[in-house]
């Protein structure tokens, strides 16, 4: 039996033909004459066709544009390669050592740009936080500070770029959360969910168009621990999901948005409701679609009663012979949930 | 840029010039995007995967050497880069919480014989999560890109032999998932190897 063993340990090399011809030609001549060896050989070619099932997955269109995207800042419009005379190499080297001097010089009046307590006003801490369990992250060059969300503006000015969007929990001695995030300096807001400031914040995270970093993912995770609890949730913060359930270009983020809005209480189910109506008329993807149901379905539930609409886009989407077969079947169970 | 070789296409890449990048992109992100798609099991991780080997290629384009073939040393990226993801705790969590099932359009269900499809598709899905990630890697390599002992052992670090142990021993879990009936199927495919 050893040659049996030795055959059947040969299988998979058979299949992928890696085997050399001499070794694949006395294994077949093996099979052919051995009814264990023939049954075993049978089993592995059936495996062989089963994981034929499995298709390619296209290649969502969005990831190439994201790429370009890359490509693009890298080499920046209208650059034109010169005919290059070198420049000489003392004159580089001066250039490079007044680059490093403006950096550093740059970074430290940056850093203790920061520092000066305010006159009146709003009130800065430097770290340590005062949330119990915010700890500084190591930020080089500016300082970190700590900001009440009472003291956020009422208007974020311009676009900036916050990057490294951190969630804390409060620790059970607080009622206070924290987001804490890089900007120009590294930033800790803290304060009471409901805080207007704080959900400010976080509404601005969560339509940033940036899908390089988890911030908005784990923004829409947040949302669901932290508010789930609430009895009228914040207007805002319902908008913001609205906005990132219509207008994001990536399915994953909507999904989480509807999620999300799912965990959100009825305090402010119309808004809600009317942005879930929208995802299930007009998302592309069938997985949107089924989350929308889903999450409307529990809208019923909770005792919400439906306009007339809904419940009949419930009912096309349910006998809609062009729609996904898995959405017809959540509208149907859906409408079997609502009281009509 | 079509008719340029993969190696012409890199010398013009390392020497600082990133118009190739696209045309790269457009003949390997379909196959770097499904080998993290079913290594991971997550669509969206899958992307940040693709978009890493991508930014890594130009990033490192000065490390590729023109001997050695260009999808050998993307899928040595795309490895590393599922390995590292797996192996973070946080993101375990993540996929063991988002396990992926690909939705397909209504264009793509028709009839019987496509749930049908749909149900071997999604039973070998299932199948290829019971492997360990160090075989799930091996037979995707093999099985599904085409790749042989000697490429995918310089991919996984580890040696030829090693990589045989790695596919026989997932053919054997899959064979017991796969061909064993549907009842006896689904307890075949908590033994682990």
Partial sequence: MPECDAVREAMPALLLESLESDLRERSHLHIEGCEECALQWENWRLTWTAMDSLHDVPVPTRLRVRFLDHVASLTPAGTVVPMARPRPVVRRWLAQAAAMVILVGGSFYAGHRTIPAPVSGPKNYVTPATVNNVSTTPFSIAESQVVSASQISPDIEGRPQIRNVRFLEPDGTSEKVAIAFDMTSHVTVTGRPDEKGLVRVLSYVLQNQDHSSLSKSNAMAFVKETYSGETSPNPDLVRALANVLKNDTHEGARIKAVEALRSIPPGSASAARSALVEALKNDPNPAVRIKAIDALANLAKSGESFDSATVDLLRQKAGQNDENLYVRVKAAEALGQINL | ?193
């Fill in chain 2, 1 to 193: 840029m079509k008719g340029l070789s993969d190696q012409e296409l890199m010398k013009l890449v390392q020497s600082g010039d990133f118009s190739p990048a696209a045309e790269v992109f457009d003949r390997y992100s379909a196959r770097i995007y499904n080998f993290a798609y079913r290594f991971l099991r997550n669509a969206e991780a899958a992307e940040d995967a693709t978009q890493e080997v991508f930014v890594k290629m130009l990033k490192y384009a000065t490390q590729f050497h023109g001997d050695a073939k260009l999808s050998t040393w993307l899928f040595s990226i795309a490895a590393n880069h599922c390995r590292d993801y797996l192996r973070k705790a946080e993101n375990r969590n993540r996929e063991s919480d988002e396990t992926l099932i690909h939705l397909p359009t209504s264009s793509e269900l028709a009839p019987d014989r496509d749930l049908e499809r749909k149900e071997d598709e999604l039973r070998v899905q299932k199948a290829l999560t019971v492997l360990t990630p160090e075989q799930r890697e091996a037979i995707l390599l093999s099985r599904y890109q085409g790749l042989s002992y000697a490429e995918i052992a310089q991919i996984a670090g580890c040696s030829e032999g090693a990589v045989k142990t790695r596919v026989f021993r997932a053919m054997e879990t899959l064979k017991k998932a796969l061909t064993e009936p549907a009842s006896g199927g689904n307890e075949c495919l908590n033994v682990m190897p």
